[in-house]
């Protein structure tokens, strides 16, 4: 049995993913540890809590993070709905967070379950803040997972960047240089076959299950704003497609293993993931500039490439149950 430790900024693309490790049969998650990021940490907490409730779990939930490291919370209310999950009113969840900070659980469980899979599916403050604290837990963690990054291409909130790297780009830097076995799953996996048709929704909604009902209805603000975003039509769910490839890596079809610097200074800039894909960090030319990942000597596996159709059919199987 694996075991997954799951850190999200609950939103509803987030909630399809939790469903998704909840429902692996060889997987045991040890817990949910909530960021402020796409939504408020009250928001993510409960959101986090209607997901397991909605996977029939009772993981428990760990309240993190309320802000990034140094900066102001941007969130992304405009993109999932008011309360992350597409204003669908659901209910107050039945159970609450555990007492023990996010930071705490994080460090607490590398410990107690060496060699586990943690998901980062928001934000990396909690990441760093743990990383912070407790430094050899990057050699404990067996994989780290990492929804975060656009490392080929344009990205979701600026062209140079994805959201959870862009909000919290210090902690990014963090992370990426702690040694952690990141393997970053960057945005654009998530665009072009890998988004859900109409025929493809129509074929979820009609397993008639609670899980795929829900699936669809908290995403249905996300699949409007997607378009307005991207004028891409259909449903792209950005955090499945990491939890995909951490539940089975053969979904991620072509990787390489590079330095990968976090800009932190730039306005127009700020959060891009850069990945030195030729690996010349070390020529002379660029020593000077990447010598903070090159004292960290610490490099990411970097998926370029997506098995679209393995990850619907692993969605599909998840929503049917
Ligand atoms: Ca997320």
């Not at 900024?9 to 990021?37: E, F, K, Q, Y």
């Not at 912070?132 to 929804?147: L, N, S, T, Y």
């Not at 393995?310 to 929503?319: C, H, N, S």
């Amino acid at each position: 049995m694996r075991t997954f430790l799951i850190d999200t900024d609950t939103a509803s693309d987030d909630a399809v993913a939790i469903l998704m490790a909840l429902a692996a049969p060889d997987v045991r998650v040890l817990a949910l540890t909530t960021v402020a990021g796409n939504v408020g940490l009250e928001q993510a907490t409960r959101n986090a809590l209607t997901a397991a409730e909605i996977a029939g779990s009772d993981v428990p939930v760990f309240k993190g993070a309320g802000a990034p490291l140094t900066r102001a919370l941007e969130d992304a209310h405009w993109f999932h709905g008011r309360d992350g999950f597409g204003d669908q009113n659901y209910p107050q969840p039945r159970r609450a967070a555990e007492r023990q900070h996010a930071v705490d659980a994080i460090i607490r469980l590398a410990h107690a379950e060496p060699g586990l899979t943690l998901v980062t599916l928001g934000p990396l403050t909690n990441v760093a803040l743990a990383l912070a604290r407790d430094p050899d837990i990057a050699r404990k963690i067996g994989r780290c997972v990492v929804m975060g990054g656009a490392p080929c291409c344009e990205g979701n909130v600026t062209p140079a960047a994805e959201y959870n790297i862009w909000v919290d780009p210090e902690a990014a830097r963090v992370t990426f240089r702690s040694g952690l076995p990141i393997e970053m799953v960057g945005w654009h996996v998530s665009r072009g076959a890998s988004v859900l048709d109409e025929a493809e929704i129509a074929d979820i909604l009609a397993l008639g299950t609670a899980k795929a009902r829900f699936a669809i209805e908290c995403n249905s603000r996300a699949k409007q704003a997607y378009f307005v975003q991207t004028g891409e039509t259909g449903l792209s769910l950005a955090d499945p497609t990491a939890m995909a490839v951490a539940l089975d890596r053969a979904v991620g079809l072509s990787w390489s293993r590079h330095y990968v610097e976090i800009e932190c200074a730039s306005e127009l800039t700020r959060g891009m993931t850069i990945v030195d894909r030729l690996d010349v960090a070390a020529d002379d030319n660029n020593r000077e500039a990447w010598r903070g990942a090159l004292k960290a000597g610490a490099k990411a596996d970097v998926l370029w490439t997506f098995d679209s159709a393995a990850f619907k059919a692993m969605l599909r199987r998840v929503l049917a149950g």
